[in-house]
């Protein structure tokens, strides 16, 4: 490895213990993901929930490593490891530690919008398509080594680029619009719905739900912050703002969704969804309006999805990572402009676009691999198994063992 001098070498090794910083920060993020599931789904489904977190995070880290970095940013790792520290430090390994954190999160969105009814290797496989293959495609159209091509467009009819700093599009909204047309393919779960009635299913255990939430928040303080990518830009504004979307969305969600433990603390989650995109323009009054907007957003959102359209999105992650993320491109252009307080340098008409780009790219993604799978292999569980419940039925022990002890 060639001799660096002690100040490049101090830059550059700060530089990687930063990114490590973050990525473990992103990582810890997928324990919350699996709380939030796990105290939201019944107590038959609990173990299911943990195992396909940690099943689809390892796979992730495979097919991300082997194809989707590569594709999303042209570095290959397939090189003796000496050649993989020349010149950096070893960025190249801990920018992808970071970023895979990202691509993982879209099997863990779209798993708690299909808990309690879906297969388990099906979603495995889905998750290696998605964290391998068409997350990354899209990655490297806003981020990666693609992004003239797309970005050239934005920039031709909105006059700049799509800006989304920390992906409230790329990661969140793409996630939440793959997980729609698997929710609508496998249906809802045996009855939740009757005859034209909605049946809530109660959840089972708000604690861990909170616990999520919680892990979630801290978490994405790494996810915003650190997406500065090195040490001297990191940004304090990023930060602040990053706590007054989160508030805000706490705040509003409590009075729009009557104090419904589950409301508030997805709300924290939605302005923490919303705010990524346009962490680092807005103003941080911006920032808490764009947070509280986003958990309105949720509130009405989640009600109007179960029990007017009957859509059993088990999370609701169809309007929290979906519609939120969306919204976050969009809020972007809208609380980023100068005149709002914001640091300017931001298209309301290239936000829009290129919202709505991820919005069909994700969609149509989603049919076509879950329509793919639901004709092959099929993606439901049996009726016996689903009443059964997945603990039992796929890992042939419960959340708590003892209650099966005579």
Not at 263 to 287: E, K, Q, R, T
Request: hydrophobic content about 50%.
């Amino acid at each position: 490895m060639e001799s660096l001098s002690p100040l490049t070498n101090m830059k550059q090794s700060g530089d990687v213990l930063f990114l490590m910083l973050g990525a473990v920060m992103v990582f810890a993020m997928h324990a919350g993901f699996a709380f939030l599931e796990v105290g939201t789904v019944r107590k038959k489904s609990q173990v299911n929930a943990f195992v396909k977190i940690l099943t689809d995070w390892s796979v992730s880290t495979v097919v991300y490593f082997l194809i989707g970095f590569p594709l999303a940013y042209g570095i290959s790792f397939l090189r003796p490891a000496n050649e993989l520290m020349q010149g950096d430090m070893g960025y190249n390994l801990v920018h992808y530690f970071f970023l895979l954190c990202f691509a993982a999160c879209i099997p863990a969105i779209i798993s708690g919008g299909i808990a309690e009814r879906a297969k388990f290797w099906p979603q495995v496989i889905a998750g290696a398509i998605f964290a391998g293959l068409c997350y990354p495609l899209f990655e490297s159209l806003i981020w990666g080594k693609n992004a003239s091509l797309l970005q050239g467009i934005f920039k031709a009819t909105g006059g700049l680029e799509f800006h989304d700093y920390a992906g409230s599009v790329v990661v969140h909204s793409i996630g939440g619009w793959i997980a729609l047309p698997a929710i609508l393919l496998l249906g809802a779960r045996k009855g939740r719905y009757s005859h034209g009635r909605s049946t809530p299913l109660p959840v089972s255990n708000i604690p861990f739900l909170a616990l999520g939430s919680w892990i979630l928040a801290v978490g994405w303080f790494g996810f915003n912050v650190m997406s500065a990518g090195h040490l001297e830009k990191i940004s304090g504004l990023v930060a602040v703002n990053s706590l007054m979307a989160m508030v805000g969305g706490v705040l509003a969600a409590l009075v729009a969704g009557r104090n419904d433990p589950g409301f508030v603390h997805n709300g924290a989650l939605a302005g923490l969804i919303a705010v990524c995109a346009g962490s680092d323009l807005m103003h941080p009054l911006g920032a808490l309006a764009t947070g509280a907007i986003a958990a309105v957003i949720f509130v009405c959102g989640f009600q109007f999805e179960q029990e007017k359209l009957q859509i059993d999105d088990v999370l609701g992650v169809w309007p929290l990572h979906g519609m939120i993320g969306s919204w976050g491109g969009i809020a972007a252009g809208i609380f980023g402009q100068k005149w709002l307080g914001g640091m300017g340098g931001v298209s309301f008409v290239s936000q829009l676009s290129g919202t709505l780009v991820a919005v069909l790219f994700a969609v149509a993604s989603g049919f076509l691999v879950y329509g793919a799978l639901s004709r092959t292999i099929g993606i439901r569980l049996h009726e016996e198994d689903e009443f059964n419940g997945p603990d039992l039925a796929i890992h042939k022990i419960g959340a708590y063992p003892e209650d099966h002890i005579r």
